[in-house]
């Protein structure tokens, strides 16, 4: 890549796409779309971060990629939204300039999977460290949007898929050692469960929902917060992965993994009884596509979330991914070691 103007160039024979519904794509000030008519627009965005969000000493830019816009779509579909548009930001140092047509590649297979068009966005130098923003566009029908608010008393909780192969996978990179061939794909090229959140959204099964990236106890407490409820959950019924309980010292290990671990980008949402045999229903008939659908709990009254383990419930303490408290972490454990 040897200039700017050269990386765009190649990025619009590359990402340009035919659309009846794109009046003005890529190489212009800004993008001209068409909104389908009777449909609401939902927009969203997620930022990946060098050293906070991957590493290339592990990640291939082709992952860095696919994640950047995975993270958007996994949000796309806990709104039961359809994704349409895209746009990219990418701030490039100088020793990862190399990477970042694969970046772009990684998302843009991506985007023909889910049929995404990119339609613009910016390219930048940065200091040190890559930074990506990815900033998508979807629609869905005016009533048709699921929410973190809509959880209520006695309703059920479900999650989609496994929990803890992301993090079993981080874990493995971090340690040196060769990660599962499962929670490594798990980990590199997250699949977003459009599908089924639009299912759910179109079926009226799910009253809240929203999508796993910083881990189950974290991630439910925000909708438990925006619900005003809280959550009773069984540990039994959790959906660990194989990878999670295979690199875990103790199942105690395994477990927090799984509530914890973040990155999973799988579905949690939640059922009124009334629909509980419709949710059955597809529980079933996804398994035959091979998604596991598991019921892990219920909405009680009050706030906080507990966990049963063992018969006995305990409060489930939020300790999933949070960037400011991590950062502090960081900061402190710094300033420990430049004490000692």
Do not use: W
Request: proline share 5%; charged share 25%; with cysteine.
């Amino acid at each position: 890549m040897r200039s700017e103007r050269d990386f765009i160039r190649r990025l619009q024979q590359a990402a340009t796409r035919k659309r009846d519904d794109i009046q003005l794509g890529l190489g212009d000030d800004a993008a001209i779309v068409t909104p389908r008519p009777g449909r609401r627009l939902v927009v969203m965005s997620d930022a990946l971060v060098e050293d906070i969000h991957f590493r290339r000493r592990y990640v291939p830019a082709e992952a860095i990629g696919h994640k950047a816009l995975a993270a958007n779509l996994s949000d796309c579909a806990a709104m039961g939204a359809t994704p349409r548009f895209c746009l990219l930001s990418l701030a490039v140092p100088p020793d990862a300039r190399a990477l970042a047509e694969g970046i772009v590649a990684g998302l843009l297979a991506l985007a023909d999977r889910t049929q995404v068009a990119l339609v613009g966005g910016d390219t930048v130098a940065s200091p040190r460290g890559l930074f990506i923003d990815v900033t998508l566009i979807g629609d869905v029908a005016p009533a048709g949007a699921v929410t973190r608010a809509g959880a209520r008393v006695g309703d059920f909780v479900f999650v989609s898929g496994t929990l803890g192969a992301a993090a079993a996978a981080l874990r493995a990179f971090e340690q040196g050692l060769p990660p599962d061939a499962a929670a490594r794909a798990r980990f590199l090229f997250p699949e977003p469960r459009l599908g089924l959140g639009q299912c759910l959204a179109e079926r009226r099964l799910a009253t809240a929902m929203l999508d796993l990236s910083d881990g189950l106890s974290l991630d439910l407490a925000r909708l438990c917060e925006a619900s005003r409820v809280g959550a009773a959950l069984e540990a039994e019924a959790l959906p660990i992965a194989p990878a999670a309980t295979a690199i875990a010292a103790s199942r105690e290990a395994a477990l927090r993994l799984a509530l914890d671990g973040g990155e999973d980008y799988e579905l949690l949402f939640t059922v009124a009884p009334r629909q509980l045999s419709a949710a059955l229903e597809l529980r079933a008939q996804v398994a035959e596509e091979g998604l596991r659908l598991a019921c892990i709990g219920r909405i009680v009254e009050g706030t906080g979330v507990t966990l049963r383990v063992a018969g006995e419930a305990r409060p489930l303490r939020a300790a999933g991914y949070d960037h400011f408290s991590q950062h502090e972490e960081n900061e402190a454990e710094g300033a420990a070691e430049s004490q000692a």
